[in-house]
């Protein structure tokens, strides 16, 4: 169990580990399949972001209920967490999100002082530091292919997961991720519903995904089939950009779950959450992952790439109804030696290896769990997902069922 601040032990903050689950393109000629080049994990950008923190509530301690009303909710708990600072003489103006529709809560800058008093309240279930977590850059070897130029592929992982299929539904898929490329032709995006975590500069523009990575991610679950390009496993179902990661694939944890906390309020039953992105295990994000299911969202979650207990890491080792953790293996059904393992909270096991997708501009072949994820996503628009044998050569001899449709 990992430490947090609570009441009365105020000296005990919680150490994270970096977020980060980042990816890097593969070589542009088809025949290298290495995967021991994977998602890059950089943690030198995890460290604590000094004198800000994520203040969880005990919802007991809240007069108002939580009306799917994402406005209301959100003016409600920001008055709830100004009233419970003014009694501590803190500012109102050192709230930064508050998050009133997934977990209740705020984050804030906080001093020693001020943490100190705050911790001891009743309200305050517990307390974590908020952290930086990045992607890495890319490896400069550009997109394969570009816009209608190419005729349309079918990439393994879509076949050996059964998608590709027409999709009819009605579900939408948000992506918490880098953001998504609006103007991508393989893309039916729907800005209109989506959050950005920045507010300023070039990354307050919601059209845009200065990254690439959650453009990625959004091809493999829904690129059209129109004849260019690439094919999804649901075929021109609505993704939705929940803008969490800068241009430079950076963010913190609390902007992952102000993300988290609009998909809760804004998702339907019927709809899909992908969150391709994690670190070290995080209790405020892995509760609202958690609330986020329990509100009929059905989440695919990333289980990382350090080939270790996935565990030790969040969101990946969030449990709860409609979550699901996903591991990556390469064709052959052969385990990918970078990604993290554990059952719980491994659900299923999907193509994570020279997965070629969308990128803004053109397309990319990436590895990594954030490229197995975005399967088991597509599959949960698709409906019940089926399991079709299991990986080869997994650590410990567990059996990991592969994801079908």
Known sequence: MKQLWRKPTIYGAIALGAMTFACQPQD????????????????????IIPGKYIVRLNPTNINFRKTKNYAADTEAMRKVSSDLLAKYRISAESIEYVYGSSIEGFSAALTDEQLADLSKDPSIKYIENDRFFALAPPDGKGPKGGGGSTSQETPWGITRVGGGAAYNGGGK????????DSSHEDLNVDASLGFNAFTSGKDADILVDGNGHGTHVSGTIAAKDNEVGVIGVAPGATVIPVKVLNSRGSGSYSGVIAGINWVTSHGSNGDVANMSLGGGFSQAVNDAVISLGSAGIQVAL???????????????????NNIYTVAAFKEGDIWASFSNYGNPPIDYAAPGVGILSTVPG?????NGTSMASPHVAGLLLLGTIHSDGTVNNAPFG????????
Do not use: L, M, R
């Not at 790439?305 to 709860?320: C, I, M, Q, R, V």
């Open 28 to 47: 542009d000629n088809p025949s290298i399949q290495n995967d021991d080049v994977v998602e890059y994990v950089k943690y030198q950008n995890g460290d």
């Open 362 to 366: 053109g397309y990319a072949s990436y």
């Open 398 to 405: 567990v059996s990991y069922p592969i994801a079908h449709h």
């Open 173 to 180: 898929a948000f992506i918490i991720d880098s953001g998504i």
């Open 302 to 320: 990333a289980a990382g790439n350090e080939s270790t207990d996935a565990n030790t890491k969040s969101p990946a080792s969030a449990n709860g």
